[in-house]
């Protein structure tokens, strides 16, 4: 069965702002299974983007012609798989060969490999496939959307550096940003109006008021957390990993 599962903060809860709840997943329960500790007991859902497996395959098959672009090439491929599921493609016009490319994929998730490493390889320029909120995204790195500005209140505690040039951070639950997508971090509550000014001595906490992260990073990675049972508001967030620049 297809499960749809929306969230984000509505009107009447804190921080309400419409603009950033909606579809945070979609796709096919693979398997679910009950559990029981202590006194909890729940349901567990694994959930997959696609139905096609590797003992049930689907038609993925890359006919990519010469003088063909990549775009018309992916546009055929995803078709017949997926007739009824838009497509959106964010990529140069670089991508043609001489010869004809004739590929065969079971999954999504190998013709997603077999594009990255095939484009990265000859055009030196990976493009990336993902299937998000009900729509293929399909993006290169010339594909640069107008950044999104993350609000200080938006934020849950610093973000962090998890890896060389990678950010992770946290906010409250949000289905607006996906991968891909751009952002710029906030420049802090320095100038907003009736900020209370302290003394020298307190110069500690007012660093507070502003994010050690600056400038643009764009989302590569992030996972939604939310727990039905608890009233807090770190528990219904949303965390994002992100390479800097952008």
């Known amino acids: 069965m297809e499960v749809v599962v929306t969230g984000g903060m509505k009107m009447g809860l804190p921080l309400a702002n419409p603009n950033q709840a909606g579809l945070l997943l979609k796709g096919q329960v693979f398997q679910s299974y009950g559990n029981w500790q202590g006194t909890d007991m729940r349901l567990e859902l694994v959930v997959y983007p696609s139905q096609y497996t590797n003992d049930l395959p689907g038609n993925f098959v890359v006919n990519w ?88 209140t938006d934020l849950i505690g610093q973000p962090t550096w998890i890896q060389p040039k990678v950010m992770q951070m946290k906010t409250v639950m949000r289905a607006d940003l996906q991968i891909g997508s751009r952002i710029t971090m906030p420049q802090g509550f320095q100038n907003a109006p009736g900020l209370v000014t302290t003394l020298g001595s307190s110069l500690p906490s007012s660093v507070k008021y502003q994010s050690a992260f600056q400038n643009n990073f764009t989302v590569t990675e992030l996972r939604h957390l939310g727990n039905s049972r608890s009233p807090s508001g770190e528990d219904w967030a949303t965390v994002f990993n992100c390479f800097e620049g952008g």
Do not use: R
């Open 65 to 152: 012609l010469p003088g063909q672009s990549l775009i018309d090439a992916l546009k055929t491929t995803l078709k017949i798989p997926y007739p009824n599921i838009p497509v959106s493609i964010n990529i140069g016009q670089n991508f043609v060969f001489d010869t004809a490319e004739v590929h065969f994929c079971a999954t999504l998730e190998e013709l997603a490999q077999y594009v990255s490493d095939l484009t990265a390889s000859v055009f030196k320029q990976e493009v990336t496939i993902t299937l998000q909120a009900g729509k293929f995204v399909i993006f290169d790195k010339t594909y640069q959307p107008s950044p999104i500005e993350i609000a200080f």
